[in-house]
């Protein structure tokens, strides 16, 4: 699976942005998809998790009620909407898929990376 992200961007504090992830491979449809970030000077970070199907979502405290994850099987594409932001939530944000099971917030449980796109939100 190649993931793709796309989206990123400056924004005010208090916007929104939507990142988009494409998937190239037969495996999307059977890959938990996801989204972590990398503010600088810290480690990669979980953000959001959807289930291969949908019907399973999981955030981190830090975005959860204003980010949301979801996901179009049809297109291969993972989406992350972001209302609310706030400054500490520039960081570079990553997808991820995975067909491995594990502990969400765990790197080595990701099979799948992109490359990244970066997200700054100005004071």
């Known amino acids: 699976v190649q993931l793709v992200e796309s989206g990123g961007g400056l924004v005010q504090a208090g916007g929104s942005l939507r990142l988009s992830c494409a998937a190239s491979?037969?495996?999307?449809?059977?890959?938990?998809m996801g989204w972590f970030r990398q503010a600088p000077g810290k480690e990669r970070e979980f953000v959001a998790f959807m289930s291969t199907t949908g019907g399973g979502t999981y955030y981190a405290d830090s975005v959860k009620g204003r980010f949301t994850i979801s996901r179009d099987n049809a297109k291969n594409t993972v989406y992350l909407q972001m209302n609310s932001l706030r400054p500490e939530d520039t960081a570079v944000y990553y997808c991820?898929?995975?067909?491995?099971?594990?502990?969400?917030?765990?790197?080595?449980?990701?099979?799948?990376w992109g490359q990244g796109t970066q997200v700054t939100v100005s004071s």
């Open positions: 991820a898929a995975r067909t491995k099971s594990g502990l969400l917030v765990t790197l080595s449980n990701w099979d799948y």
């Open positions: 491979g037969r495996t999307f449809t059977s890959s938990g």
